[in-house]
């Protein structure tokens, strides 16, 4: 075939070549449903686990996991469909990824529901370690609330428009996204900040043969606090800075998956 002879590259709505803006969004959603599916498997690795060593807990903990496993499972099956109608059922259609589908909503409001029951679990545990547990658990609580209020938010106003571009260019959008995001950011920093203090409080009023324990549980805590406020802290910039959006959609999936596990993680 001469050069003459070659396929024109026709240009999508945002002016890009149609085969660039699929690998700019659909390629990094893709990657993204990856990665939240291996996440998904480790899931339920650590769900089998629990499950065969949680005689000793409460009632109300195991429903807590069982209820963090069933929004995972509903989220990573609303996953496979969002990619698979962007890639297969709308096969040839270039400006798919940058539509809205029903799908994309239901994975923000599982996300959020499943984010605010990690939240959850870890008031309670602040709740029952603390001395004086009032403010420390309410302030907690009001930045776990407001991520979910803002979620829900996120949820109602991305039906407002048929593609990520209208959506991103809103004002609305920047305040329900960032500040969902921002929340849950400063619920998770507050958490890891607080368990740090009073475990390193606790190593070193303890016997030092207990040191090791702690300071094994003091990186659990500070580990996934981190790896949590990371992730919401990247999905921040991602939708702010990322011109196409898929950066963000991509992470945006992956971070319910990263508090499962971090709630999950022995």
């Known amino acids: 075939m001469t050069k003459m002879d070659s396929p024109m590259v026709m240009p999508c709505a945002s002016g890009l070549p149609c085969t660039m803006e699929v690998d700019e969004t659909l390629g990094k959603i893709l990657l993204g449903t990856f990665f939240s599916i291996m996440l998904y498997g480790i899931t339920i690795m650590q769900t089998y686990i629990y499950s065969s060593d949680s005689g000793d807990d409460g009632l109300v903990l195991k429903l807590m996991v069982a209820g963090v496993f069933i929004l995972e499972t ?6 496979i469909y969002n990619i698979y109608v962007m890639a297969v059922s709308n096969f040839g259609d270039f400006s798919s990824p940058g539509k809205i589908y029903w799908s994309e909503p239901a994975l923000i409001m599982t996300g959020a529901l499943l984010m605010f029951s990690v939240h959850c679990f870890f008031v309670r545990r602040v709740w029952k370690i603390c001395e004086n547990p009032l403010i420390i658990t309410a302030v907690i609580s009001f930045f776990a609330l407001s991520h979910l209020a803002f979620g829900l938010a996120t949820y109602v106003v991305v039906y407002w428009f048929n593609t990520w571009d209208e959506f991103r260019a809103s004002h609305v959008s920047l305040v329900v996204v960032c500040g969902g995001l921002g929340s849950s950011l400063s619920t998770d920093i507050i958490i890891a900040g607080f368990l740090f203090r009073y475990l390193s409080r606790g190593r070193n009023e303890n016997h030092e043969k207990f040191a090791g324990a ?20 990247g999905t921040i910039v991602a939708f702010a800075m990322d011109e196409h959006g898929g950066i963000f959609l991509g992470l945006a999936t992956i971070q319910s998956k990263v508090y499962a596990n971090s709630l999950l993680a022995k």
């Open 74 to 79: 509903i989220h990573s099956g609303i996953c």
């Open 214 to 233: 702690i300071n094994r549980l003091i990186f659990y805590i500070v580990a996934t606090g981190v790896l949590t406020a990371i992730t919401s802290a």
